[in-house]
């Protein structure tokens, strides 16, 4: 018996912002995702890909970065559904169209006046997302859908939510009322120094009484602020998060139902301007007078950088982890699993050792040079981890399970044995219940927590580029899955016929993706590396919109280390090309010939 082999299955790798949607502003979780669904099931798909879904930071220069989250248990705003709005009475049909309508206007202007990112340089079947259009109108539909729901009794599933998601969501409602009060500060290191500190503010009356008045009564006079007033609000996030977190255990469950498992994105490290870092600081490499990070993240220089990559997050204190038994990442874990089906970690390498730079020499000097390797967590957090969640480990099933087959298919009884042992089995059957099995050692997308027999769920380690063995014993050790990329395939000199991208060195346990999101479409060739992948014996393969599409090199999602508003801006103008019969036909042909088809079983 193959133990770890679950099926064949693929999915398709697109963000939520990138979906098409009536308004034409930005994708959503509901009217947008739904059409998608339909098209996943009807193509044949099993898996839906995206990118982290918390709330993100604003800028001309890099809008929208997923990756750049002011929480990672938080959900975005930004993805809130009107419809949904509406059939819950908190906003009016004729409300949403006077906002649609007068911010699509405004993105009109500012794509007038900003040629990168006017209409002219669209790519075909796609558009690119304009932030500030799309915060504008969801802030403002959040207003008045805030300002309706205040009007009514709490609801007995409003005050489970609060309680349920206190840990969390009682220092982000705080970091984000607080930063609505500061928009100019680049990061909670520049707010009044009252606020800096999440411990002392909480123990500060009338601080927090404070938080909890509009400007207006406050005398707030800062032009800078901007939006609506209701943001200023600690109750305000409260709710949209409360309204955020309905809409998307809906749209789970209605993937679910068709047969459609979500694969969720975590990053390895938080934001340095985040509800994370500000409310838990004491889990940071940071000066415990100052709050200032001691160390930051990055990569050492190499071939290709001779100052290395300065990413300046800040670095886990995994000793202060260890001392509570890793109970943030449990809850960081858990929290996931409550929103996917299957979740990917990114940066896995930072696991075993990450890369730390004096936060005064990357400050002076934006360089990554001077730094050093420094032992990560290991098998300590994964221990933990499962331990928590109550997941079992599949590599110790398979492992058990091995070795009871191995000796017993080595132990060749005698006729005479094999007769006592049929006419034991016999009588034991009539005096004894029949012993319940457990279930097998790894489900694609089961979610653990609590019992000690769940199966762990599908995790995915991001193991590209310069990877030890230590890291492939890790990654292995909790059989957790390995990511393969056709376009590095056949690029890799060095490595040649030994590259582990290339289709004949795939294996079971891993994920294969035709491209990523910081490649561009494979165009032309995206057919070929397509019916490559799919063939492949991996249990998952993955398939970025613009390679079913075809696009080219204009429909990138992210051009890594390059600050341009078209980074995370790709979004497709309608599911149409989808279904179009020379995209649609073949590719639902060779789902079915590689034995990948959902509707074929």
């Not at 602020?225 to 200023?232: A, C, D, N, R, Y």
Request: glycine share 6%.
């Amino acid at each position: 018996m193959d133990f770890m082999y679950e099926g064949r299955n693929a999915g398709v790798l697109l963000h939520l912002t990138s979906l098409p949607s009536k308004c034409g502003i930005v994708g959503d979780f509901g009217e947008s995702a739904e059409p998608f669904l339909e098209y996943l099931k009807e193509a044949g798909f099993s898996y839906w890909q995206v990118l982290p879904v918390g709330p993100c930071t604003y800028s001309e220069s890099q809008p929208g970065c997923p990756y750049l989250s002011t929480s990672s248990f938080a959900l975005n705003p930004l993805l809130v559904c009107p419809v949904g709005l509406i059939s819950l009475g908190l906003v009016t049909e004729e409300e949403v169209s006077q906002l649609v309508a007068k911010w699509q206007a405004k993105q009109q202007e500012r794509r007038a006046l900003n040629r990168e990112c006017s209409s002219h340089d669209t790519v075909e079947y796609g558009d690119f997302v304009d932030y500030h259009a799309a915060k504008g109108y969801k802030d403002e539909l959040l207003a008045a859908a805030y300002n309706a729901f205040i009007k009514k009794a709490p609801t007995e599933e409003y005050d489970e939510f609060c309680k349920a998601n206190k840990f969390w969501l009682d220092g982000y409602v705080l970091f984000e009322a607080i930063q609505a009060r500061h928009p100019d500060a680049a990061s909670w290191l520049e707010w009044p120094e009252e606020y800096r500190s999440y411990r002392n503010l909480v123990k500060n009356e009338s601080l927090l009484q404070g938080l909890e008045m509009l400007k207006e009564e406050q005398n707030i006079t800062d032009k800078n602020i901007t939006g609506p007033v209701e943001q200023l609000l600690p109750q305000f996030h409260r709710f949209v998060q409360f309204i955020l977190s309905q809409q998307w255990s809906q749209l789970r469950r209605q993937a679910n139902t068709k047969g459609i498992k979500i694969l969720g994105d975590i990053a390895f490290y938080v934001n340095m301007h985040s509800s994370d870092a500000w409310s838990n600081s004491e889990m940071f490499q940071m000066d415990t007078a100052t709050n200032k990070p001691l160390y930051v993240s990055g990569v050492p220089p190499d071939y290709f950088s001779a100052e290395g990559q300065l990413w300046g997050h800040p670095v886990y204190a995994w000793d202060a982890h260890e001392r509570t038994n890793f109970s943030w990442w449990t809850r960081r874990l858990a929290k996931s699993f409550e929103k996917f089906d299957a979740c990917r970690l990114d940066h896995f390498r930072g696991f075993e050792s990450y890369w730390r730079v004096p936060y005064e020499f990357a400050i002076q000097h934006k360089s990554a040079r001077d730094g050093e390797w420094v032992q990560g967590p290991g098998t300590k957090l994964f221990d933990a981890i499962f331990k928590n969640m109550g997941w079992e480990n599949p590599r110790v099933n398979v492992a058990t399970a091995y070795s009871e087959a191995l000796s017993k298919h080595r132990k060749q009884p005698t006729v005479k044995e094999r007769l006592a042992n049929i006419i034991s089995k016999h009588v034991t059957a009539k005096s004894k219940p029949l012993k319940k099995t457990s279930g097998a050692p790894h489900s694609f997308g089961t979610q653990g927590g609590g019992d000690t027999s769940s199966p762990a769920p599908l995790l995915i380690a991001e193991d590209l580029g310069f990877i030890t063995p230590e890291i492939v014993a890790l990654r292995d050790k909790y059989s957790i899955f390995s990511m393969r990329v056709m376009q590095f395939a056949w690029a890799d000199k060095e490595k040649g016929l030994r590259c582990e991208h290339l289709p004949y060195n795939h294996t079971r346990d891993c994920v294969v993706y035709t491209g990523l999101r910081e490649e561009p479409p494979s165009f032309a060739a995206h057919r070929r590396l397509a019916h490559l992948a799919l063939l492949s014996v991996a249990n998952l393969v993955i398939l970025p919109v613009q390679d079913i599409l075809g696009l080219d090199d204009r429909a990138r999602f992210n051009l890594p280390g390059v600050d341009s508003p078209k980074n995370w801006s790709w979004k497709l103008s309608s599911l149409g090309p989808l279904y179009s019969p020379e995209n649609l036909n073949p590719l639902r042909e060779l789902l079915i010939l590689s034995n990948r088809s959902s509707s074929s079983e």
